[in-house]
C-alpha cells in the first residue's frame, strides 16, 4: 500500500541487451517515478546483457530471465526454439505474478518477446491478460515489438514509418540529465575534467560502447592537422581497442580514452560530435543540441542511416559512408566544420528542433493511462 490506501501500480519494463535498448526503458523507470514516486518497476533482463551493470546502476531491481534470441538462418537453434520460447515464457510469467504487473513495456529485442508473449493468458486463460505497450526507437521495426504490437494497448515510435500498425510518435526516451543538460553553462568544467583546452573548438568522437575501428582510424591519423587548425579532440576508442594517435608539435590537446562514463560532461566539452547513429545516439546527440557526423554501420539492414535522416533532413547534421570517413575526409569536412562557429550555431539549433526531449515523460503518462485501464 502507498500513502493513499491504495496498491501502488506495477510497471515491468523489457529492453535488455544492449544500451539502445535499455537506457529507452530507465528513461521512462524515471519519468514514471516523477509521476508516482511510490510506483512499483521491475525490469526483465538476460544474465549475458549490459542490463546487469546498466539497471542496478539505475537502482531498479532486476529480474533475470532465459534469453530468446531468434536465428536468422536455418540452424540447431530454430530446431530447439519454441522449447526455449516455452521455458522463458514460463519464467516470466512467474517474474510478472510476483511484481503484480499492472502493465508491461517492451523496448524490443530478445527480452521483449517472452514478455510480450507471456502478458497473455495462460493455455487454460485462467490468468488475466497484462496490458502491453511497446516502444519501437528504431526506424524500422524488428520481430519482438512486431509480434507485440499485435496486441498492444499503445504502440509508440521514434519515427513516422517503423512498420508498426496504430503506431503513435513520440521520440525515444532519454534520461533527464542529458535532456535538461545546459551544455554552456558545463562547458568549463567539462573540459577541465578531461584536460581539454578551455578555449579551443572541441571534436567529440565515439562509436558506441565497444568503438568503432574505422572512426578511430580515420580521426586520429588527423591528429597533426586537427591542432593545427586549433581544433581540440576527446575520443573514446573503445575498452577493447587502443589508439595510435600522431603527435602534434603544437595546439590543443587530442585526449583519448577507452569510455566515457559521464557522456554528460562530454557532450558539454564538445562542439561538434563524429559517431554511429544507433537510434539512442541520435536521440541523445540531437537532444543537447550538437551539430553531428553520422557514420552508420556498414551492416545490416540500413537502420541506422535511417535513424539519422530526420535530424540531418533538419540541418543537424551529416552522413557519411563507413567507407567513405577517411583522413582526408577530417581534413575536407570536419576540420572546416569545426572552424565555422556560425555554421556550428545553425546546426546545432537545427539538431536540437529534430530532438524530443519530452519523450520520457509522454511514454510514461501513457504507460499510466494503460495501467489505469483508460486506454486501450
Known sequence: MN??????????LAGGGTAGHI????????ALRELDPGIRITALGTARGLETTLVPQRGYPLVLIPPVPLPRKPSRQMIDLPLRVRRAIKQ????MDEAGADVVVGFGGYVSLPAYLAAGPGIMRR??????VVH???????????????????VLTAFPDSGLPKAQMVGIPVRSSITSLD???????????????PDAPTLLVFGGS?????????VSA???????AGIGVLHAHGPKNSLDVPAASSGPRYVSVPYLSRMDLAYAAADAVVCRSGAMTVAEVSAVGLPAVYVPLPHGNGEQELNARPVVGAGGGIIVKDAELTKQYVLDTVIPLLTDAEGLSRMGRAAAGAGHRSAAGEVARIVMDVARGQVG
Do not use: W, Y
Open 3 to 12: 500513502g493513499t490506501g491504495k496498491t501502488p501500480l506495477s510497471v515491468v
Open 23 to 30: 537506457e529507452p526503458a530507465m528513461a521512462v523507470a524515471d
Open 92 to 95: 516470466t510469467r512467474a517474474a
Open 127 to 132: 490468468r488475466r491478460r497484462i496490458p502491453i
Open 136 to 154: 519501437e526507437a528504431n526506424a524500422s521495426a524488428g520481430i519482438a515489438n512486431k509480434v507485440g504490437a499485435r496486441r498492444a494497448a499503445a
Open 183 to 197: 551544455r554552456p553553462a558545463l562547458r568549463a568544467q567539462a573540459r577541465e575534467h578531461f584536460g581539454l583546452d
Open 210 to 218: 565497444q568503438g568503432a575501428r574505422s572512426l578511430n582510424e580515420a
Open 222 to 228: 588527423a591528429a597533426p592537422e586537427l591542432a593545427a
